[in-house]
């Protein structure tokens, strides 16, 4: 930073002296300083940045500058503001990022400085040809470059005049292109999204009563194939640029191993040379080029190298450029794989000043990822599995890539045998992932994309069918609280088995809520109480205190628990609670709610039967029906009533077999051995 204080006081004493002119011998020196400086500091300062200046150096800088200019009026402050807009330091975080990525998608391949090219534009060179393939040949310059050509390029090399392009014009050039890299960006999305839409409104009208048969479907979709790729007869060309034709190529290929000279017509910034032995009218080329802007035409390119933001293309013996998005849809790693291939490519109407020729593939790749897909639901039936991988992660679900240009999506219920899972807790974006085909629907004039849903789930171990001995009606665990809501909370009886707990058997009626009685992570002793399997819901039953003891010090065991009563049964029931409105009873050796009675007063008996009732005491009762909670409705007036008319039959049986005495002598005998 000395060198940078230094020539920053003497430009500022050199800038700043009194406006005087000098006069004799004392003017060339002043000159001669001041214009060394203008040289010396932009040197200077742009190095500044690279030698990661701290923030004390450059405290240190603006206080030489303020003595420079002290004592100079408005001239100090001015320039010292100036100075430090020169000077700024590099953005960093997302500003450091937009930059990085406004330098080029292929930056990293140019790190170190510039290169320094072993020919020019124009140059004759000579080599060995190496390999030719696919219509391209490719010629070693004996080490110093790889060149690549049309495999018919002739081998007589056309008397041209040497086209030299000016510094300013190269500069120019170079600034234009990495504008349309950055412009291609935006073009191609919003081009695709055009491409949409007019699909979208260019739609016939349906009638679901007259359908399309699937002729008309493919004849449409040929119709729509071709007219994205045809010709430019409306666009009006001067007449010479309308009937140049190019001059012919050559009948062989030169072969392996042989020496070939050509001309040099463009030189990549990655080192490749581009061999033009043709005499090309470049103007007239040009032309019909830019003439092709924006149409639907496609033209043939050979990619004869790379540089920071794309592609450098051979079209019509022209130099074209395509952005690094306009090659491909996924990002690319290694532009070399392009590199002597010859594509096809369309040209997007022209951005800023519309001197560069930029051509992309973004739209044939549309057009041929759209006629893939086509094809490809065609093959799709439900219950295919595939290895798909994750492109994004939405609330509601996640897309998967299947292959072949085909996407669907996973819904959040199909992602885990779990309920109410996060997508972004189960998946991210990359990940590799099985899927099964649910649900298809073809691609046709009302569905341009068609739909395909997908499941994870399917593909996972069904946990109902490895659990198979805990989803049944009876079985007790301790089970954890996993999600409560406001009509109960669930519980995790096995890896993706929940069972529901009502939340009326959580507390009374002042519960409005299951996280007011319990939160997630608890453990409670539960009953399986009823299995649904067809909408796989489980409901759970909770286990009294007492029971819930003898559950964890392993007292009760399923062959020692009585099967649930049902309504009609006489059963013996313990008093657990005397309300002022009945009893509540618990059957002995049945768990849960299906064990759990009520006796209203009303069915209680007598009015003196409710005084002789304490906790503990049992009763038999009559078993009258089921509350909605599962509980049992129970009656000592209904078993009384029942064995009064097992009394009146057992009487009527005996007189039938004896044939003597009264109805009341039987009544009156039967009810006195009662009594004894």
Same mark, same amino acid.
């Given at each position: 930073m000395s060198n940078q204080e230094s020539t920053e006081r003497d430009e500022s004493k050199e800038t700043d002296a009194p406006a005087t002119e000098p006069t004799g011998a004392s003017a060339e020196p002043t000159a001669q300083a001041e214009s060394s400086a203008r040289e010396e500091t932009p040197a200077v300062e742009s190095q500044a940045p690279e030698e990661g200046a701290s923030d004390d150096a450059d405290d240190?800088?603006?206080?030489?500058?303020?003595?420079a200019v002290d004592g100079e009026g408005e001239k100090g402050p001015k320039k010292k503001r100036r100075r430090r807009k020169k000077k700024g330091k590099k953005p960093e975080g997302e500003g450091a990022a937009a930059q990085e990525k406004s330098a080029g998608a292929f930056a990293a391949f140019f790190e170190g400085g510039e290169r320094k090219h072993a020919f020019g534009a124009g140059e004759i060179v000579a080599g060995s040809v190496v390999r030719v393939e696919d219509g391209v040949a490719f010629v070693d310059l004996f080490g110093k470059a790889l060149?690549?050509?049309?495999?018919?390029?002739?081998?007589?090399?056309?008397?041209?005049?040497?086209? $030299?392009? !000016?510094?300013?014009?190269?500069?120019?050039?170079?600034?234009?292109?990495?504008?349309?890299?950055?412009?291609?960006?935006?073009?191609?999305?919003?081009?695709?999204?055009?491409?949409?839409?007019?699909?979208?409104?260019?739609?016939?009208?349906?009638?679901?009563?007259?359908?399309?048969?699937?002729?008309?479907?493919?004849?449409?979709?040929? +119709?729509?194939?071709?007219?994205?790729?045809?010709?430019?007869?409306?666009?009006?060309?001067?007449?010479?640029?309308?009937? #140049?034709?190019?001059?012919?190529?050559?009948? !062989?290929?030169?072969?392996?191993?042989?020496?070939?000279?050509?001309?040099?017509?463009?030189?990549?910034?990655?080192?490749?040379?581009?061999?033009?032995?043709?005499k090309v009218e470049k103007?007239?080329?040009?032309?019909?080029?830019?003439?092709?802007?924006?149409?639907?035409?496609?033209?043939?390119? @050979?990619?004869?190298?790379?540089?920071?933001?794309?592609?450098?293309? @051979?079209? +019509? %013996?022209?130099?074209?450029?395509?952005?690094?998005?306009?090659?491909?849809?996924?990002?690319?790693? +290694?532009?070399?794989?392009?590199?002597g291939k010859k594509l096809e490519f369309t040209l997007p109407p022209a951005k800023g000043s519309g001197r560069s020729l930029v051509v992309t593939r973004r739209a044939l790749l549309e057009r041929e990822r759209r006629r893939v897909v086509r094809e490809r639901f065609k093959t799709l039936e439900v219950g295919q599995r595939f290895e798909g991988r994750v492109v994004d992660v939405k609330d509601f679900g996640v897309v998967v890539d299947i292959g072949g240009g085909v996407e669907g999506l996973v819904h959040a219920s199909e992602l885990s045998w779990n309920r109410g899972v996060k997508p972004s807790d189960e998946v991210k974006?990359?990940?590799?992932?099985?899927?099964?085909?649910?649900?298809?629907?073809?691609? !046709?004039?009302?569905?341009?994309?068609?739909?395909?849903?997908?499941?994870?789930?399917?593909?996972?171990?069904?946990?109902?069918?490895? $659990?198979? /001995?805990?989803?049944?009606?009876? $079985?007790?665990?301790i089970a954890k609280v996993v999600r409560t809501t406001e009509f109960g909370a669930f519980c995790e009886l096995a890896p993706g088995i929940d069972g529901l707990l009502h939340v009326s058997e959580?507390?009374?009626?002042?519960?409005?809520?299951?996280?007011?009685?319990?939160?997630? %992570?608890?453990?409670?002793?539960?009953?399986?109480?009823?299995? /649904?399997?067809?909408?796989?819901?489980?409901?759970?039953s909770k286990l009294s205190p007492a029971e819930a003891e003898k559950l964890k010090a392993g007292e009760l065991e399923p062959g020692s628990l009585k099967r649930p009563p049902k309504q009609g049964d006489h059963i013996t029931v313990v008093i657990e609670r005397v309300e002022h409105h009945g009893v509540l009873v618990q059957v002995?050796?049945?768990?849960?709610?299906?064990?759990?009675? #009520?006796?209203?007063?009303?069915? @209680?008996?007598? %009015?003196?039967?409710?005084?002789? @009732?304490?906790?503990?005491?049992?009763? +038999?009762?009559?078993?009258? %029906?089921?509350?909605?909670?599962?509980?049992?409705?129970?009656?000592?007036?209904?078993?009384?009533?029942?064995?009064?008319?097992?009394?009146?039959?057992? #009487?009527?049986?005996? !007189?039938?077999?004896?044939?003597?005495?009264?109805?009341?002598?039987?009544?009156?005998?039967?009810?006195?051995?009662?009594?004894?």
């Open positions: 240190a800088a603006e206080a030489g500058e303020a003595e060149a690549v050509m049309d495999a018919f390029e002739p081998a007589e090399i056309a008397e041209i005049e040497a086209e $030299h392009e !000016t510094e300013e014009e190269s500069e120019a050039a170079a600034q234009e292109e990495a504008e349309a890299a950055a412009a291609a960006e935006a073009e191609v999305s919003e081009e695709t999204t055009e491409a949409e839409a007019s699909e979208e409104s260019a739609a016939p009208a349906e009638s679901p009563e007259a359908p399309a048969s699937e002729a008309q479907e493919e004849q449409e979709e040929h +119709d729509e194939d071709e007219s994205s790729a045809g010709t430019v007869a409306a666009v009006e060309l001067p007449p010479e640029v309308a009937e #140049y034709q190019l001059p012919p190529l050559a009948e !062989t290929s030169p072969a392996v191993g042989s020496i070939f000279r050509g001309r040099v017509v463009s030189v990549s910034e990655s080192g490749h040379v581009a061999i033009l032995n043709r103007p007239l080329v040009k032309a019909r080029l830019r003439a092709l802007r924006g149409q639907k035409a496609s033209v043939t390119g @050979l990619v004869f190298g790379f540089n920071r933001g794309g592609f450098d293309v @051979l079209v +019509d %013996g022209v130099r074209c450029f395509c952005p690094a998005s306009g090659m491909s849809f996924e990002p690319i790693e +290694d532009p070399n794989q392009f590199v974006r990359g990940d590799v992932v099985q899927v099964e085909v649910i649900e298809v629907r073809p691609i !046709t004039r009302k569905e341009r994309h068609g739909k395909l849903s997908l499941s994870v789930k399917r593909c996972l171990p069904d946990p109902w069918a490895a $659990h198979a /001995d805990i989803i049944k009606e009876g $079985h007790f665990q959580l507390g009374g009626r002042d519960v409005k809520h299951a996280k007011q009685a319990v939160k997630v %992570g608890d453990e409670i002793a539960v009953l399986v109480d009823r299995v /649904d399997p067809k909408q796989r819901r489980i409901s759970l002995e050796g049945v768990l849960g709610k299906r064990g759990r009675g #009520y006796i209203s007063n009303r069915e @209680l008996g007598g %009015g003196e039967a409710k005084k002789n @009732l304490v906790p503990g005491a049992k009763l +038999d009762v009559k078993v009258v %029906g089921v509350d909605r909670d599962g509980g049992l409705k129970c009656s000592v007036r209904a078993k009384e009533v029942d064995e009064e008319r097992k009394a009146v039959k057992d #009487y009527r049986r005996e !007189t039938s077999r004896q044939g003597f005495g009264t109805l009341a002598d039987l009544l009156r005998e039967k009810l006195g051995q009662k009594g004894d």
